[in-house]
Every structure is written in C-alpha cells, then in structure tokens.
C-alpha cells in the first residue's frame, strides 16, 4: 500500500514538473539563440527604433517602459524614458527601469555593452529581420513573449496577408535595375542581404550591388557609373543622402531619363510593420519607371 502511494506521489510529482515546465515561454532569436522565460515579460526595454515598434504592433505596447533615441513611432512611444541610442546605452539608467526583458538589435547594439548586461541575469532577445517575410514571425515570438499572442497573431496575419498581395501585383513586373543610397559622403548602399533588398525584390527592381559581401558597404561614384542603374533611389535621411549630385553625370541611364527618387527612410530602413508601406511607395517608383524606360 505505502509502495503504491509513493508511486503516486512520484507520477504527481513528475505531472507537476511536467506542467511547470510546459508553462515556460521558449523562444529563439535571431541569433539563433534559445530565449527561456518563466512567464510573459512585464518590463521591457526596446534598444533600437524598429524593435520598439514591433513590440508596440505585437500588443505590448504597456508593457515597455524603455527606448532609445529616435524611437518616435507610435507616438506614444515618444513619451517614454530614453537610455540612450542603438550604440551607446545609458547602463545605470537602464537598470533603474528594472527591466525582465532587453529587446535589442543585433549588429546595431555594442556588444561590449550588451554582455555585462546578459552577465547580470536580463533575458537579451536579438531582433534584425533580414526579409519582409521574417516580420510577422517576429512578431508571433514577441507576442509569445509579452504574452499577447492573440494580438501579434493578428497583426502578423494581416502583413503576412497584404505582403503576398504586392507579390502577385508585380510578379510579373519587368525588372529594373536599381542603385540604392543609403546615404551620400561617404557613398554607402547596401548589398542583397539587407531588408531593403528584399523590399525590391517584391516590386521587381534589382539590386546593382546586391552580390557585394558587407551589408552596408561603401562604394565609389565610378562604381555606380559602372553599375549604369536605371532607376536611384535613396533614403531620406533628415535632409542626408540626397541624389542631386548625381546630377553631374548624364551618361548614368537614371539621370538622363531623370528617374531618381527619395522615400521615407524610416518605413524603409525599419523592419517592422511599416514596411509594407514604405515598400508600396518604393513599388509605385519603379512603376512609373517602367512607364518611362518603355517610350
């Protein structure tokens, strides 16, 4: 009888752990790193401006008490404490938020700054989505993570929805060759690694850089004169990064048919749910382009 009750009292045992164990939030990053959390995160800072509104668009929006600079959509997170910018982070200021949970960017964060951090015990989740596709699952893990799944769900469904809608409207579009500028002195655009990339993927534009190995690289104005784009585009960055003075050389194929445009950096650079945004308004550029390279 004692043996049987023991018995028992083991399989409960074993049941309970068992539970306790399912009732933990397991989540990998995109670092590949395994995040465990014994219950949805309630005090979260955001270490970089998209991370912030990926956490406002996967419902918890309540749930950060932190950001850094430049993290000035939505609105109300404009209202929150600053710890400093996606390089340099207010450490001591930080650690007064009492924080459970770090969401942080992973190449835009200093690592030097990030480890002592993790050394003290704060959950550390790597936020870079590198394609459109990568947004809605990030947003299911954040949801999973601030425990408003229900909500990150829902928004991920939606761009998930809209996304492969501007898939099939230009599938069939002609591509156009296009030189991206991230900014103008030094002459940086990005490569084919980058999220902004896979944005002119979906509208059919090409990327004249897009085989060169660093994600932000820098490159010489006889570089693009080589590439001979159809179409610039760069990023309007407070008044940085301008194309006019590409003005200088008509031989380049976009200056002679006068096909260089500026969009919003910030629904372009971010990788969250503006994106979609900023894709369309990058899709209806090289549409009009198309209109213009056909006569």
Same mark, same amino acid.
């Given at each position: 009888? /004692?043996? @049987?009750?023991?018995?028992?009292?083991?399989?409960?045992?074993?049941?309970?752990?068992?539970?306790?164990?399912?009732?933990?939030?397991?989540?990998?990053?995109?670092?590949?790193?395994? /995040?465990? /959390?014994?219950?949805?995160?309630?005090?979260?800072?955001?270490?970089?401006?998209?991370?912030?509104?990926?956490?406002?668009?996967?419902?918890?929006?309540?749930?950060?008490?932190?950001?850094?600079?430049?993290?000035?959509?939505?609105?109300?997170?404009?209202?929150?404490?600053?710890?400093?910018?996606?390089?340099?982070?207010?450490?001591?200021?930080?650690?007064?938020?009492?924080?459970?949970?770090?969401?942080?960017?992973?190449?835009?964060?200093?690592?030097?700054?990030?480890?002592? /951090?993790?050394?003290?015990?704060?959950?550390?989740?790597?936020?870079?989505?590198?394609?459109?596709?990568?947004?809605?699952?990030?947003?299911? $893990?954040?949801?999973?993570?601030?425990?408003?799944?229900?909500?990150?769900?829902?928004?991920?469904?939606?761009?998930?929805?809209?996304?492969?809608?501007?898939?099939?409207?230009?599938?069939?579009?002609?591509?156009? $060759?296009?030189?991206?500028?991230?900014?103008? @002195?030094?002459?940086?655009?990005?490569?084919?690694?980058?999220?902004?990339?896979?944005?002119?993927?979906?509208?059919?534009?090409?990327?004249?850089?897009?085989?060169?190995?660093?994600?932000?690289?820098?490159?010489?104005?006889?570089?693009?004169?080589?590439?001979?784009?159809?179409?610039?585009?760069?990023?309007?960055?407070?008044? $940085?990064?301008?194309?006019?003075?590409?003005?200088?050389?008509?031989?380049?194929?976009?200056?002679?048919?006068?096909?260089?445009?500026?969009?919003?950096?910030?629904?372009?650079?971010?990788?969250?749910?503006?994106?979609?945004?900023?894709? $369309?308004?990058?899709?209806?550029?090289?549409?009009?382009?198309?209109?213009?390279?056909? @006569?």
């Amino acid at each position: 009888m /004692l043996m @049987k009750a023991l018995f028992t009292l083991l399989v409960l045992c074993g049941l309970a752990v068992s539970a306790a164990a399912q009732a933990t939030i397991q989540v990998r990053d995109d670092a590949g790193q395994l /995040l465990v /959390l014994a219950a949805p995160a309630k005090r979260v800072v955001s270490l970089a401006p998209h991370v912030t509104e990926l956490l406002f668009a996967a419902g918890g929006g309540k749930q950060v008490v932190g950001v850094v600079s430049h993290s000035d959509y939505p609105p109300e997170a404009q209202k929150l404490p600053q710890v400093g910018d996606n390089r340099q982070v207010d450490v001591e200021r930080l650690l007064a938020l009492k924080p459970d949970l770090l969401v942080v960017w992973r190449h835009g964060n200093a690592q030097r700054q990030l480890e002592p /951090l993790r050394r003290l015990g704060i959950p550390l989740f790597y936020s870079e989505p590198t394609t459109l596709a990568a947004i809605p699952d990030t947003l299911i $893990r954040l949801g999973s993570l601030l425990g408003t799944s229900a909500q990150a769900q829902l928004a991920a469904g939606q761009f998930s929805q809209q996304l492969d809608s501007l898939r099939r409207q230009y599938q069939q579009a002609r591509p156009v $060759r296009v030189f991206y500028q991230v900014w103008d @002195k030094p002459l940086y655009t990005l490569n084919g690694q980058h999220i902004v990339s896979d944005a002119l993927r979906v509208c059919g534009g090409v990327n004249v850089f897009a085989n060169l190995p660093v994600t932000a690289p820098t490159v010489t104005q006889e570089a693009v004169i080589a590439a001979n784009p159809e179409v610039m585009i760069a990023g309007d960055m407070g008044g $940085r990064g301008g194309l006019d003075g590409w003005q200088r050389f008509p031989q380049l194929s976009a200056v002679r048919h006068q096909l260089l445009f500026t969009l919003d950096a910030d629904t372009l650079h971010r990788p969250g749910p503006r994106m979609l945004e900023g894709t $369309r308004q990058l899709c209806a550029r090289l549409a009009q382009a198309r209109e213009v390279l056909k @006569k």
